[in-house]
């Protein structure tokens, strides 16, 4: 196959491959690459080149910033910042775009807090706040760490109040809700696990909290890390704090839904639902999650009860007729179920062909596995959640 036309996936394929062979290599030989990075580095460019030689530009660069990462994880040498800026200097040099040292600039600024540099760690990572949400949190335990205050107007700023330690940190998570940057940023280019970053962040979180408890920004935030990490407990601790201290806020109200879901919690489901409906009465989101939660449940009576509520408040006529759909197909009614397929083929018009696919998965209802029973009856209530929820606008804020 010529390999300038394979697709990026194919490519991909072959350098997480390549990538867990130098994984390796570097696990068995860290020591003698502390010693010679110029040879490393040179026989990572040689090898990629040739065993890979289609690689675009930006899996490259990716390529060796995971090599780099992975050195300087394993290194023992990695609390040593000469040593560790001459390997982020030799990894620099061999990418094929020069666009800035974002990622080595954070890695060194972590590196710096964990070896208590807090000064340094400052005036590394500051211009990156909106990078990822453990960057503000990293900079405000800096300043409680005790790094000393800044000089100049921002100093009088800071003195203003008996801890200007204490100021500064606030100022930093105030800063986290302000640029509100995305979370798990940091983990995608290959650095966001450090336990110590992690630790600080939780840390510092809870301090915001406490020091302003009337923000639901910070909950929001928490919430979104944990779920991200699959972190449970913390999420079911956030949002027991969050639906106290907020119990009118859609957003909480709605991860507390999916938290009972995961849990398989129906009562507590239908409890979050009525209090949705009671704040929300206007509104056709509570309505939607009864009619999910009763197709789950295949209540006849609740599913009813619910799509005439949803026919009141005009919900759209192709999210109505996959619902239906869900309802009878998890019902067991398969006249019904397969009535409703056509009626979806009516209702989408020439963009029915999602009535194709679930008619092909449907037909694994009837088998007698029943792993593939209860994968398919899964894709089918996926699959019509995320277009209902899609079309009906409905968002986490």
């Given at each position: 196959m010529?390999q300038?036309?394979?697709p990026?996936?194919?490519?991909?394929?072959?350098?997480?491959?390549?990538?867990s062979?130098?994984?390796?290599?570097?696990?068995?030989?860290?020591?003698?690459?502390?010693?010679?990075?110029?040879?490393f580095?040179?026989?990572?460019?040689?090898?990629?080149?040739?065993?890979?030689?289609?690689?675009?530009d930006?899996?490259?660069?990716?390529?060796?910033?995971?090599?780099?990462?992975?050195?300087?994880?394993?290194?023992?040498?990695?609390?040593?910042?000469?040593?560790?800026?001459?390997?982020?200097?030799?990894?620099?040099?061999?990418?094929?775009?020069?666009?800035g040292?974002?990622?080595?600039?954070?890695?060194?600024?972590?590196?710096?807090?964990?070896?208590?540099?807090?000064t340094?760690?400052?005036?590394?990572?500051?211009?990156?706040?909106?990078?990822?949400?453990?960057?503000?949190?990293?900079?405000?335990?800096?300043?409680?760490?005790?790094?000393?205050?800044?000089?100049?107007?921002?100093?009088?700023?800071?003195s203003?109040?008996?801890?200007?330690?204490?100021?500064?940190?606030?100022?930093?998570?105030?800063?986290l809700?302000?640029?509100?940057?995305?979370?798990?940023?940091?983990?995608?280019?290959?650095?966001?696990?450090?336990?110590?970053?992690?630790?600080?962040?939780?840390?510092?979180l809870?301090?915001?909290?406490?020091?302003?408890p009337?923000k639901?920004?910070?909950?929001?935030?928490?919430?979104?890390?944990?779920?991200?990490?699959?972190?449970?407990?913390?999420?079911?601790?956030?949002?027991?704090?969050?639906?106290?201290?907020?119990?009118?806020?859609?957003?909480?109200?709605?991860?507390?839904?999916?938290?009972?879901?995961?849990?398989?919690?129906?009562?507590?489901?239908?409890?979050?639902?009525r209090?949705?409906?009671?704040?929300?009465?206007?509104?056709?989101?509570?309505?939607?999650?009864?009619m999910k939660?009763?197709?789950?449940?295949?209540?006849?009576?609740?599913?009813?009860?619910?799509?005439?509520?949803?026919?009141?408040?005009?919900?759209?006529r192709?999210?109505?007729?996959?619902?239906?759909?869900?309802?009878?197909?998890m019902?067991?009614?398969?006249?019904?179920?397969?009535?409703?397929?056509?009626?979806?083929?009516?209702?989408?018009?020439?963009?029915h062909?999602?009535?194709?696919?679930?008619d092909?998965?449907?037909?694994d209802?009837?088998?007698d596995?029943?792993?593939?029973?209860?994968?398919?009856?899964?894709?089918?209530?996926?699959?019509?959640?995320?277009?209902?929820?899609?079309?009906?606008?409905?968002?986490?804020?």
């Amino acid at each position: 196959m010529d390999q300038e036309c394979q697709p990026d996936a194919v490519i991909r394929l072959k350098l997480d491959q390549l990538k867990s062979d130098f994984f390796e290599y570097i696990e068995k030989n860290i020591d003698k690459i502390d010693t010679n990075i110029p040879v490393f580095y040179g026989q990572v460019i040689a090898t990629l080149e040739k065993a890979v030689p289609a690689v675009n530009d930006d899996l490259y660069d990716r390529f060796i910033d995971s090599i780099t990462l992975r050195v300087l994880e394993t290194s023992n040498m990695s609390g040593d910042l000469s040593h560790v800026q001459k390997l982020f200097d030799y990894a620099e040099r061999h990418k094929r775009k020069k666009t800035g040292k974002t990622l080595y600039d954070i890695v060194l600024g972590i590196n710096l807090i964990n070896t208590e540099k807090y000064t340094e760690a400052i005036e590394r990572l500051k211009k990156y706040r909106q990078a990822d949400v453990l960057i503000c949190p990293a900079l405000a335990y800096c300043y409680l760490a005790g790094a000393p205050m800044p000089a100049g107007p921002d100093a009088e700023n800071l003195s203003r109040g008996p801890a200007p330690d204490a100021l500064a940190a606030r100022e930093q998570m105030i800063e986290l809700v302000r640029l509100n940057p995305p979370v798990n940023r940091l983990r995608e280019m290959g650095i966001g696990d450090d336990p110590g970053m992690n630790r600080i962040f939780w840390f510092m979180l809870k301090k915001a909290m406490e020091w302003f408890p009337e923000k639901r920004e910070y909950l929001r935030v928490g919430i979104e890390k944990a779920s991200a990490e699959g972190r449970r407990d913390i999420r079911e601790e956030l949002l027991g704090l969050a639906t106290e201290r907020f119990f009118n806020d859609m957003y909480f109200l709605r991860e507390l839904y999916r938290l009972k879901l995961e849990n398989r919690d129906a009562p507590g489901v239908a409890g979050v639902v009525r209090q949705m409906t009671q704040q929300f009465p206007d509104e056709l989101e509570p309505v939607y999650y009864g009619m999910k939660l009763s197709i789950m449940t295949t209540h006849a009576d609740v599913y009813y009860k619910f799509r005439k509520l949803a026919l009141a408040k005009n919900i759209p006529r192709t999210a109505l007729a996959l619902l239906d759909f869900g309802f009878e197909m998890m019902s067991g009614r398969k006249s019904e179920a397969h009535a409703c397929l056509d009626e979806i083929k009516l209702v989408f018009g020439p963009h029915h062909y999602f009535a194709i696919l679930l008619d092909y998965v449907a037909h694994d209802l009837s088998s007698d596995d029943e792993k593939k029973v209860k994968q398919a009856k899964k894709a089918v209530i996926d699959s019509v959640d995320y277009y209902c929820l899609s079309v009906m606008k409905i968002q986490d804020a």
